[in-house]
């Protein structure tokens, strides 16, 4: 999300910028859907994947609309299910695959759809909408098919999620020194804040769950706080050229569904190749 791990710029202003109170019964509630699905019917965590990650390319498509960028939201959803069903099936190969038959399904569905006009323009967006956050996300069944895929899941999103708080802790206490002019909220303390949870959460989490060494855990933590943080700034970048403040307001306290998915669909493929070849 957004300005999460700074707090507060340098020039001043709110200290915070969300509603906690509300920001913490939904980060409880989403917690808890995902741990009761995960650790009871592996399938079961897909659909809820799937229908979080879908809410969020609508989100991206009603964004690119509004500098009238042209995406089809049917096809990249039937993208983005087939996908996690052939990652978590088949594995990377068939992932791959389906990757491909679909962003050249879209380049022919906007080739009969609007005319030539803005081809390039709508078709690009469409194949980057396919592939951020749909064929990112689709690493989360590649996680999950392992024997030990539900912790390998948990550790990732704890990690990814430590960034967050500690980064928000941080930034709230500390942050003074502003990181970059795309997230003005964000600040180096704010990133060590990060970088520290997510070191920290990593290590426990990976000997205690996966009965690994304390520097596997610490290397996945350390770089989940880095691509959290590019996970942000990407997003960030995203609305800043559309205009936008918000890709979406489902959630109440955290703004839409891509809000929480930036920095989790940024951080999955590093995590999921470290622990396939740790593990």
Same mark, same amino acid.
């Given at each position: 999300?957004?300005?999460?791990?700074?707090?507060?710029?340098?020039?001043?202003?709110?200290?915070?910028?969300?509603?906690?109170?509300?920001?913490?019964?939904?980060?409880?509630?989403?917690?808890?859907?995902?741990?009761?699905?995960?650790?009871?019917?592996?399938?079961?965590?897909?659909?809820?994947?799937?229908?979080?990650?879908?809410?969020?390319?609508?989100?991206?498509?009603?964004?690119?609309?509004?500098?009238?960028?042209?995406?089809?939201?049917?096809?990249?959803?039937?993208?983005?299910?087939?996908?996690?069903?052939?990652?978590?099936?088949?594995?990377?190969?068939?992932?791959?695959?389906?990757?491909?038959?679909?962003?050249?399904?879209?380049?022919?569905?906007?080739?009969?759809?609007? %005319?030539?006009? &803005?081809?390039?323009?709508?078709?690009?967006?469409? !194949?980057? /909408? #396919?592939?951020?956050?749909? +064929? @990112?996300?689709?690493?989360?069944?590649?996680?999950?098919?392992?024997?030990?895929?539900?912790?390998?899941?948990?550790?990732?999103?704890?990690?990814?999620?430590?960034?967050?708080?500690?980064?928000?802790?941080?930034?709230?206490?500390?942050?003074?020194?502003?990181?970059?002019?795309?997230?003005?909220?964000?600040?180096?303390?704010?990133?060590?804040?990060?970088?520290?949870?997510?070191?920290?959460?990593?290590?426990?989490?990976?000997?205690?769950?996966?009965?690994?060494?304390?520097?596997?855990?610490?290397?996945?933590?350390?770089?989940?706080?880095?691509?959290?943080?590019?996970?942000?700034?990407?997003?960030?970048?995203?609305?800043?050229?559309?205009?936008?403040?918000?890709?979406?307001?489902?959630?109440? %306290?955290?703004? &839409?569904?891509?809000?929480?998915?930036?920095?989790? !669909?940024? /951080? #999955?493929?590093?995590?999921? +190749? @470290?622990?396939?070849?740790?593990?």
């Amino acid at each position: 999300m957004e300005e999460r791990t700074a707090g507060t710029s340098p020039s001043g202003g709110s200290r915070t910028g969300r509603n906690l109170p509300a920001a913490i019964g939904v980060g409880v509630v989403l917690g808890a859907l995902v741990i009761g699905s995960l650790y009871t019917i592996k399938e079961l965590f897909l659909l809820v994947v799937v229908g979080a990650v879908g809410v969020g390319v609508v989100e991206l498509t009603r964004a690119f609309a509004t500098r009238d960028i042209k995406v089809p939201a049917v096809p990249v959803l039937g993208g983005l299910a087939v996908m996690q069903a052939a990652a978590y099936w088949g594995g990377p190969v068939w992932l791959l695959a389906t990757f491909a038959i679909f962003a050249f399904v879209l380049l022919i569905w906007r080739m009969f759809s609007d %005319g030539t006009e &803005g081809y390039v323009r709508d078709a690009t967006a469409s !194949v980057f /909408t #396919l592939f951020y956050p749909a +064929l @990112l996300s689709a690493f989360v069944a590649m996680l999950l098919r392992a024997d030990d895929g539900d912790h390998r899941v948990v550790i990732f999103i704890a990690v990814t999620v430590a960034s967050d708080i500690g980064g928000y802790i941080a930034g709230v206490l500390f942050g003074r020194h502003r990181m970059t002019a795309i997230s003005p909220k964000k600040t180096w303390e704010g990133f060590a804040g990060s970088l520290i949870a997510c070191t920290a959460v990593g290590a426990w989490l990976v000997t205690w769950l996966l009965g690994g060494e304390l520097w596997q855990g610490a290397l996945i933590g350390a770089l989940a706080a880095l691509l959290a943080t590019v996970g942000d700034l990407i997003e960030s970048m995203i609305k800043r050229d559309l205009g936008i403040k918000d890709l979406g307001t489902i959630l109440p %306290g955290h703004g &839409g569904l891509m809000d929480r998915l930036d920095s989790l !669909v940024t /951080t #999955l493929v590093p995590v999921w +190749l @470290l622990m396939t070849v740790f593990f």
